[in-house]
């Protein structure tokens, strides 16, 4: 209980249990892994909020991240400066978006922004190729992701502006049973 | 150019449309003018105030622009151009003008959950629509301005700048989330895509504001003071059960190396696992609590333990174990009582130890309940976890935007290691691949010949699985027959060289052995059949693999259901109706024992076959064949391994009340051996794996068959047999189900307040009539519900359409108004500009 005391205080606890869907000794875990990947930089004290970030290069080379071919897109997504290096709040962010409790529009949101490759608010046929990249490992032809693209768009896409809008991306992860499974880290 | 001439004619009639009603077009005007105010106030402040002002100037003369006749030449040529290319160019294209190109870039179809500002708003309107759900008759003043969907109200004063905007939505929605009970409040804030520090200053602002409120009025009376210290202590300790609950999750860390290395597929067979475990759990503690701690309290005079331990009662339950907690036979026919009291008066017996002047126990009772209610509530819990789990896989089943959702949906963010990575990226490249020939082969059709010659071969596989599992049912059958009169005859000499000591304790030990036959036959078929249906199934060509999986299962689960039903007759046929044939004491205690090695035969050889099917092959691959496949893990078949597990330890509760120990500790063995086999053998599986629709399909399973099977045959041997005469709770009976009827008697005499209490047993478990009507309308509700299900889906279907007419339409009236946007704009501008315009389309 002491040990807990002198990383937060409790009004920090319960700020953070009531913002994201971890409870206080997941918060606390999770605190150690965030403070393992930069040990010398991150102290063990947070009660009055130091301003650090761990660099993308560390969040990256999570085990749970390291392989993910979305991972630096995760961390820009996530982080507050758009470039991949987390406070702790980012951090929290992203794994309680990422936690199984995490309802499904919440996780379509940001689902979305991880697919939005070049952060225009929308799904065009550049970012899926992107996608289609790094689903595949390129091991799609030209032809093949050129089909798929025009396919996903024509499926998928409600309004009929050629690129898919956040609520056109809702309203078919809604036909996806498997993605609140899929969608979803363990940490 | 004609085309784009009916294009145009087609807006033209559009603009009628809207112009007809002057009502419709006031609407229209004004919340166009909202949104416009409204969103390019929190773009551009100082720039905004200025174009506001033009555009509004321009909206003011549109109508009279509008009726100029004059307006269709000039502007003809024009919005064709527009027209054409927004068809071409989504994007951007550079001949809009600035701020039509703002305006579009604003509205509030492109803003949702954009911007920080656009996000407050959104859930400003949720919370206002939660708040006026919750309230019964809202109050005026709650409604402010602004509690429209849409944003409007907010830009009215237009000359403050974004800051502050920003600050006003966020003190709104403060207010409003202030309004929610503190568990709504929770919730929203948690579900708000916005950043962990934005979500705390919220929350420290709403929770602000409301206790702040009574320190600063006046001091806090006492009574008040001590309301709030309660609250806080209830959240605090809620906060703290809640950790305590999630620390009570079972197996987190593996789970999560399981998945990370073999995604949700072998996941789910792992979850299913855990089910079952706690299906178990429950079992085990009901048993043990109403039936066992009681029986084992009361322990009567032991008998004399003759025989002595020799190993082979682990595996056969018999021996020594007959006459322990473990099985039926044991258990007592008495009210058991405690202290000093009469140990055999059976005038008031209660259900319930705890009553103070004299705690009895009524054991016939509490075994008929005990057992009666558990199949109850688990029944309960299978359906509703049942119908969740389909509510949720099943949701909206439409095969159009397959690939979408591939796409978007298909990568397991939680496999972590490298090789299942690039496995899993593989995968999702050849279903790609298939999904795409699947949509053009879709055009083409098959011939004639080759559907034929498929069909064919389906025939002949299914023929030869039928074939073989009606083989293995009549194997089992005859052999069980065989099995049974080589007891018979074994027991008699027994019986015969009862004098020569030594002798007989061989003979006894043989005829326990010859015991395990049974279950050793019926469980290799169980393990060897599968192997022969898979060989089948290599055959048979299938469109898509998930018909392959269902296949596959459904003869799987076709074999199991044959060779229990067979199994089933054995016991309760041959064994129940005739006992004497064995000189058996207790029937029920042999069937339990029975029961016992099954389980424990059946778990031997799932250990072996993983052994043998996973290790081995491993090593027989990599070493001998050289080649670097590993074998794949079967999730089917393993789930449908464990709801046979499942369905024996069901059937067994009635007969062996601690089954559900042995099976709880098989569970658990199991887990731990499956995943080391996995982690060592195994690669992750290659066929794309529906993990939620396929643990529907599980818990269906599980429900259906074997549940359901279970608890027919249990109530039916509580309803029709005779139970044994000399042992168990319910000798001196003609059916257990005497049992409560005889207590209804007993408490009419003696309590005759209580008659309605007999009334309600008379008329509701006696009357099979009245089982007859529970189950109809039980079955009748879920006919409904899937009626009702069915009926929602065709709703959505249609609405989907409707919304997609509607959208294509809404989509083009935008389209249209913005087009007279940029025209009346370019009205305006400069001329310099107009005429380099002019060129620009002469060149078109």
């Given at each position: 209980m002491g040990n807990k005391q002198t990383i937060f205080t409790t009004q920090q606890l319960d700020a953070y249990q009531d913002c994201t869907f971890f409870t206080r000794k997941e918060i606390i875990r999770l605190f150690h892994r965030y403070r393992d990947l930069a040990p010398q930089l991150i102290p063990l004290d947070y009660t009055n909020k130091p301003d650090v970030k761990v660099p993308y290069e560390l969040i990256g080379s999570m085990p749970e991240l390291k392989e993910n071919p979305f991972r630096q897109r995760i961390a820009e997504v996530f982080s507050e400066d758009g470039e991949?290096?987390?406070?702790l709040d980012d951090f929290l962010d992203m794994f309680s978006v990422l936690?199984?409790?995490?309802?499904r529009d919440l996780k379509a949101y940001y689902a979305f922004k991880i697919y939005?490759?070049?952060?225009?608010d929308y799904i065009c046929v550049s970012d899926l190729e992107k996608t289609l990249n790094k689903l595949t490992r390129n091991e799609l032809s030209e032809d093949e992701s050129r089909l798929v693209c025009e396919k996903v768009i024509d499926e998928a896409d409600l309004d009929n502006d050629g690129r898919l809008s956040l609520e056109d991306f809702q309203h078919m992860i809604i036909r996806a049973p498997d993605f609140l499974s899929t969608f979803h880290i363990r940490i | 150019m004609a085309a784009r001439n009916i294009n145009f004619d087609m807006d033209l009639h559009h603009m009628e449309v809207t112009m007809e009603s002057p009502v419709d077009e006031d609407v229209v005007h004004s919340s166009f003018s909202r949104l416009i105010e409204e969103q390019s106030g929190s773009l551009d402040q100082g720039h905004g105030a200025l174009e506001l002002e033009d555009l509004s100037d321009e909206r003011r003369d549109h109508v009279t622009y509008l009726a100029a006749p004059s307006w269709a030449e000039h502007g003809q040529q024009r919005g064709q151009d527009l027209e054409v290319a927004m068809v071409n160019d989504?994007?951007?294209?550079?001949?809009?003008?600035s701020a039509t190109l703002r305006v579009l870039s604003s509205m509030p179809s492109r803003t949702i959950g954009r911007s920080r500002g656009a996000i407050i708003s959104q859930y400003y309107n949720r919370t206002m629509q939660l708040c006026r759900r919750r309230q019964t008759r809202p109050t005026i003043r709650d409604f402010s301005r602004s509690a429209r969907p849409s944003i409007r109200g907010y830009g009215v004063e237009s000359d403050c700048g974004d800051g502050s905007e920003e600050e006003r939505k966020k003190d709104q929605l403060v207010n409003n989330l202030q309004k929610l009970s503190i568990s709504d409040r929770v919730r929203m804030l948690r579900a708000m895509p916005l950043s962990v520090a934005e979500k705390s200053d919220l929350r420290k602002r709403a929770y602000n504001y409301k206790e702040g409120r009574p320190i600063s009025s006046s001091q806090m009376s006492c009574c008040s003071r001590l309301k709030y210290y309660i609250i806080i202590a209830l959240r605090q300790s809620w906060y703290s059960w809640l950790s305590f609950l999630h620390s009570l999750q079972l197996w987190q860390v593996p789970l999560k190396r399981v998945s990370g290395r073999f995604g949700t597929g072998v996941l789910s067979y792992f979850l299913f696992l855990k089910i079952l475990l706690f299906f178990n759990i429950f079992l085990f503690l009901i048993n043990g609590f109403f039936l066992v701690l009681p029986q084992a309290i009361h322990r009567p005079p032991p008998a004399n333990l003759s025989q002595k331990f020799t190993g082979l009662e682990l595996l056969t339950g018999g021996g020594s174990f007959t006459n322990t907690v473990m099985f039926y036979g044991h258990y007592s026919h008495r009210t058991l009582t405690s202290g000093c009291r009469h140990s055999d008066n059976a005038s008031v017996p209660t259900d319930q130890p705890g009553c103070p002047p004299r705690l009895s126990f009524n054991m016939p009772l509490a075994y008929f309940f005990t057992i009666g209610v558990s199949f109850f509530i688990t029944c309960i819990i299978l359906v509703y976890s049942m119908s969740k789990s389909f509510g949720k896989s099943f949701r909206?089943?439409?095969?159009?935007?397959y690939l979408a959702v591939k796409v978007f949906?298909?990568?397991?963010?939680?496999v972590i290691k490298r090789t299942s990575v690039k496995l899993q990226s593989e995968n999702i490249c050849t279903q790609l691949k298939e999904l795409l020939g699947e949509v053009s082969r879709r055009e083409e059709g098959q011939s004639v010949l080759h559907r034929l010659g498929r069909a064919l071969v389906h025939g002949l596989a299914w023929i030869l699985c039928l074939i073989s599992t009606g083989g293995a049912a009549l194997a089992v059958y005859y052999f069980s027959e065989y099995m049974h009169k080589d007891l018979e005859t074994r027991v008699l000499e027994t019986r015969d060289l009862e004098t020569r000591d030594l002798e007989t304790g061989q003979r006894l030990l043989e005829q326990q052995a010859s015991l395990l036959a049974l279950p050793v036959v019926v469980s290799s078929l169980n393990l060897l059949m599968p192997g022969l249906f898979n060989a089948v199934g290599w055959m048979e060509v299938y469109d898509s693999p998930s018909i392959r999986t269902y296949v596959a299962i459904f003869r799987n689960l076709l074999l199991k259901v044959s060779m229990l039903g067979v199994l089933c007759y054995h016991w309760l046929g041959r064994v129940a109706a005739d006992p004497g044939k064995l000189l058996l004491q207790c029937w029920e205690s042999f069937v339990g024992q029975e029961l016992y090695r099954f389980l424990l035969i059946d778990f031997i050889f799932t250990v072996l076959g993983t052994f043998f099917g996973e290790f081995l092959w491993r090593m027989c691959s990599q070493r001998v064949l050289k080649r670097k496949r590993m074998p794949e893990f079967d999730i089917a078949r393993n789930v449908l391994e464990l709801i046979y597990g499942q369905t024996l330890a069901w059937l067994g509760v009635l007969f062996s009340p601690l089954l559900p120990a042995v099976q709880i500790v098989k569970l658990l063995l199991l887990f731990y051996i499956k995943k080391a086999s996995l982690m060592q053998n195994c690669q992750a599986p290659r066929r794309p794996w529906r993990a939620s629709q396929m643990s529907t399909v599980f818990i269906t399973l599980l429900c259906f068959p074997s549940f359901l099977g279970a608890a027919v045959s249990v109530t039916y041997t509580m309803w029709t047999i005779r139970p044994s005469q000399d042992c168990g709770p319910f000798r001196g009976l003609s059916t257990m189900f005497q049992a409560g009827k005889q207590w209804m008697l007993e408490l009419k005499t003696a309590n005759p307040n209580l008659t309605w209490l007999t009334w309600i047993h008379t008329t509701m478990v006696e009357n099979p009539l009245f089982l007859f009507i529970s189950a109809g309308i039980f079955l009748m509700v879920i006919y409904f519900h899937t009626q009702v299900v069915d009926g929602q889906r065709k709703v959505i279907s249609l609405l989907q359409e409707q919304i997609e007419n509607l959208v294509s339409i809404v989509g083009e009236d935008k389209k249209f108004l913005i087009t007279r946007l940029q025209t009346i704009h370019e009205q305006r501008r400069p001329p310099s500009r107009k005429t380099h315009r002019a060129s620009e389309e002469s060149c078109f």
């Amino acid at each position: 209980m002491g040990n807990k005391q002198t990383i937060f205080t409790t009004q920090q606890l319960d700020a953070y249990q009531d913002c994201t869907f971890f409870t206080r000794k997941e918060i606390i875990r999770l605190f150690h892994r965030y403070r393992d990947l930069a040990p010398q930089l991150i102290p063990l004290d947070y009660t009055n909020k130091p301003d650090v970030k761990v660099p993308y290069e560390l969040i990256g080379s999570m085990p749970e991240l390291k392989e993910n071919p979305f991972r630096q897109r995760i961390a820009e997504v996530f982080s507050e400066d758009g470039e991949g290096n987390m406070t702790l709040d980012d951090f929290l962010d992203m794994f309680s978006v990422l936690s199984e409790m995490a309802p499904r529009d919440l996780k379509a949101y940001y689902a979305f922004k991880i697919y939005d490759f070049n952060n225009d608010d929308y799904i065009c046929v550049s970012d899926l190729e992107k996608t289609l990249n790094k689903l595949t490992r390129n091991e799609l032809s030209e032809d093949e992701s050129r089909l798929v693209c025009e396919k996903v768009i024509d499926e998928a896409d409600l309004d009929n502006d050629g690129r898919l809008s956040l609520e056109d991306f809702q309203h078919m992860i809604i036909r996806a049973p498997d993605f609140l499974s899929t969608f979803h880290i363990r940490i | 150019m004609a085309a784009r001439n009916i294009n145009f004619d087609m807006d033209l009639h559009h603009m009628e449309v809207t112009m007809e009603s002057p009502v419709d077009e006031d609407v229209v005007h004004s919340s166009f003018s909202r949104l416009i105010e409204e969103q390019s106030g929190s773009l551009d402040q100082g720039h905004g105030a200025l174009e506001l002002e033009d555009l509004s100037d321009e909206r003011r003369d549109h109508v009279t622009y509008l009726a100029a006749p004059s307006w269709a030449e000039h502007g003809q040529q024009r919005g064709q151009d527009l027209e054409v290319a927004m068809v071409n160019d989504p994007l951007i294209d550079e001949r809009w003008s600035s701020a039509t190109l703002r305006v579009l870039s604003s509205m509030p179809s492109r803003t949702i959950g954009r911007s920080r500002g656009a996000i407050i708003s959104q859930y400003y309107n949720r919370t206002m629509q939660l708040c006026r759900r919750r309230q019964t008759r809202p109050t005026i003043r709650d409604f402010s301005r602004s509690a429209r969907p849409s944003i409007r109200g907010y830009g009215v004063e237009s000359d403050c700048g974004d800051g502050s905007e920003e600050e006003r939505k966020k003190d709104q929605l403060v207010n409003n989330l202030q309004k929610l009970s503190i568990s709504d409040r929770v919730r929203m804030l948690r579900a708000m895509p916005l950043s962990v520090a934005e979500k705390s200053d919220l929350r420290k602002r709403a929770y602000n504001y409301k206790e702040g409120r009574p320190i600063s009025s006046s001091q806090m009376s006492c009574c008040s003071r001590l309301k709030y210290y309660i609250i806080i202590a209830l959240r605090q300790s809620w906060y703290s059960w809640l950790s305590f609950l999630h620390s009570l999750q079972l197996w987190q860390v593996p789970l999560k190396r399981v998945s990370g290395r073999f995604g949700t597929g072998v996941l789910s067979y792992f979850l299913f696992l855990k089910i079952l475990l706690f299906f178990n759990i429950f079992l085990f503690l009901i048993n043990g609590f109403f039936l066992v701690l009681p029986q084992a309290i009361h322990r009567p005079p032991p008998a004399n333990l003759s025989q002595k331990f020799t190993g082979l009662e682990l595996l056969t339950g018999g021996g020594s174990f007959t006459n322990t907690v473990m099985f039926y036979g044991h258990y007592s026919h008495r009210t058991l009582t405690s202290g000093c009291r009469h140990s055999d008066n059976a005038s008031v017996p209660t259900d319930q130890p705890g009553c103070p002047p004299r705690l009895s126990f009524n054991m016939p009772l509490a075994y008929f309940f005990t057992i009666g209610v558990s199949f109850f509530i688990t029944c309960i819990i299978l359906v509703y976890s049942m119908s969740k789990s389909f509510g949720k896989s099943f949701r909206i089943n439409k095969s159009q935007g397959y690939l979408a959702v591939k796409v978007f949906s298909s990568w397991d963010f939680k496999v972590i290691k490298r090789t299942s990575v690039k496995l899993q990226s593989e995968n999702i490249c050849t279903q790609l691949k298939e999904l795409l020939g699947e949509v053009s082969r879709r055009e083409e059709g098959q011939s004639v010949l080759h559907r034929l010659g498929r069909a064919l071969v389906h025939g002949l596989a299914w023929i030869l699985c039928l074939i073989s599992t009606g083989g293995a049912a009549l194997a089992v059958y005859y052999f069980s027959e065989y099995m049974h009169k080589d007891l018979e005859t074994r027991v008699l000499e027994t019986r015969d060289l009862e004098t020569r000591d030594l002798e007989t304790g061989q003979r006894l030990l043989e005829q326990q052995a010859s015991l395990l036959a049974l279950p050793v036959v019926v469980s290799s078929l169980n393990l060897l059949m599968p192997g022969l249906f898979n060989a089948v199934g290599w055959m048979e060509v299938y469109d898509s693999p998930s018909i392959r999986t269902y296949v596959a299962i459904f003869r799987n689960l076709l074999l199991k259901v044959s060779m229990l039903g067979v199994l089933c007759y054995h016991w309760l046929g041959r064994v129940a109706a005739d006992p004497g044939k064995l000189l058996l004491q207790c029937w029920e205690s042999f069937v339990g024992q029975e029961l016992y090695r099954f389980l424990l035969i059946d778990f031997i050889f799932t250990v072996l076959g993983t052994f043998f099917g996973e290790f081995l092959w491993r090593m027989c691959s990599q070493r001998v064949l050289k080649r670097k496949r590993m074998p794949e893990f079967d999730i089917a078949r393993n789930v449908l391994e464990l709801i046979y597990g499942q369905t024996l330890a069901w059937l067994g509760v009635l007969f062996s009340p601690l089954l559900p120990a042995v099976q709880i500790v098989k569970l658990l063995l199991l887990f731990y051996i499956k995943k080391a086999s996995l982690m060592q053998n195994c690669q992750a599986p290659r066929r794309p794996w529906r993990a939620s629709q396929m643990s529907t399909v599980f818990i269906t399973l599980l429900c259906f068959p074997s549940f359901l099977g279970a608890a027919v045959s249990v109530t039916y041997t509580m309803w029709t047999i005779r139970p044994s005469q000399d042992c168990g709770p319910f000798r001196g009976l003609s059916t257990m189900f005497q049992a409560g009827k005889q207590w209804m008697l007993e408490l009419k005499t003696a309590n005759p307040n209580l008659t309605w209490l007999t009334w309600i047993h008379t008329t509701m478990v006696e009357n099979p009539l009245f089982l007859f009507i529970s189950a109809g309308i039980f079955l009748m509700v879920i006919y409904f519900h899937t009626q009702v299900v069915d009926g929602q889906r065709k709703v959505i279907s249609l609405l989907q359409e409707q919304i997609e007419n509607l959208v294509s339409i809404v989509g083009e009236d935008k389209k249209f108004l913005i087009t007279r946007l940029q025209t009346i704009h370019e009205q305006r501008r400069p001329p310099s500009r107009k005429t380099h315009r002019a060129s620009e389309e002469s060149c078109f």
